[in-house]
């Protein structure tokens, strides 16, 4: 099978996405409180899954038009964003043991996703 | 803001949560006809994932109001080393070389941002967008 270009953008879009959503998710958190009323006030929490939602859509058509192999490793750049998006929109720091952290972490779904 | 331990274990049983998700999601697949939507309300692996789902989606936003995105959501990669290992033992299905390399790759990475995160060293600290 090969993998369509098409497939490998929808897959960073959802990449891009699913790193996005844990920074609405984290300030959703902060006033969180297990109610359906205050559930569906949260817009932060809301925006989050909604986020999460559209990262589904755009990765399922990425599956059918692409490899495993080639598709998962795509999609795991979702580790880079959240740490990008933290920084920018969270101020959490970032340093260098992390970074490393974050690229052994990659290098292992490449190996997993390779499946040889 | 520093990571509480208790939201590292959070995480962690939000993974496991999320493994067992797919494990009970791979037990409702064999039994699953997709065009058919109500195969999906009487299949009860399915129904069973989905609440497993929502358990640990649960657990992931107790967690994130104690600690770092940049630390908690690492850890959640954790969970494809469990998906393996149960593979592995449960289904008995083969793991190549190639998958314990992975594995082991993510544990070490998962390390790493844990370790990092209490990292005070100020030379290898730095910020994007700071006050």
């Given at each position: 099978m090969i993998t369509h270009w098409w497939a490998i953008i929808l897959a960073l879009i959802s990449a891009v996405f699913c790193g996005l959503g844990p920074i609405y998710l984290k300030r959703g958190a902060d006033k969180f409180r297990l109610h359906p009323k205050h559930v569906i006030k949260n817009k932060p929490l809301i925006k989050g899954i909604g986020l999460y939602l559209l990262a589904t859509v755009f990765f399922i058509p990425a599956l059918t038009g692409g490899e495993?192999?080639?598709?998962y490793p795509v999609?795991?750049?979702?580790?880079?964003?959240?740490?990008?998006?933290?920084?920018?929109m969270l101020k959490e720091k970032m340093n260098i043991i992390k970074w490393t952290g974050i690229s052994t972490i990659l290098l292992g779904i490449v190996f997993i996703a390779a499946g040889i | 803001m520093?990571?509480?331990?208790s939201a590292i274990l959070m995480v962690l049983v939000a993974d496991i949560l999320t493994c067992s998700a797919q494990i009970f999601y791979k037990f409702a697949a064999d039994r699953l006809v997709l065009t058919n939507i109500w195969s999906y309300l009487t299949n009860y692996p399915f129904i069973i994932g989905l609440i497993l789902y929502a358990s640990a989606g649960f657990m992931l936003i107790k967690a994130l109001e104690k600690g770092e995105v940049t630390v908690l959501y690492p850890f959640f990669a954790a969970t494809?080393?469990?998906?393996?290992?149960?593979?592995?033992?449960i289904f008995k299905e083969t793991i190549t070389p190639h998958k314990w390399i992975g594995v082991i790759?993510?544990?070490?990475?998962?390390?790493?941002?844990?370790?990092?995160?209490k990292s005070k060293h100020p030379a290898i600290e730095y910020e994007v967008g700071a006050e």
């Open positions: 495993m192999s080639v598709i999609a795991a750049t979702a580790y880079i964003w959240v740490c990008i998006f933290s920084m920018l | 520093k990571t509480k331990l494809y080393v469990l998906v393996l290992l149960f593979s592995r033992f790759a993510i544990m070490i990475g998962v390390t790493l941002i844990s370790i990092g995160s």
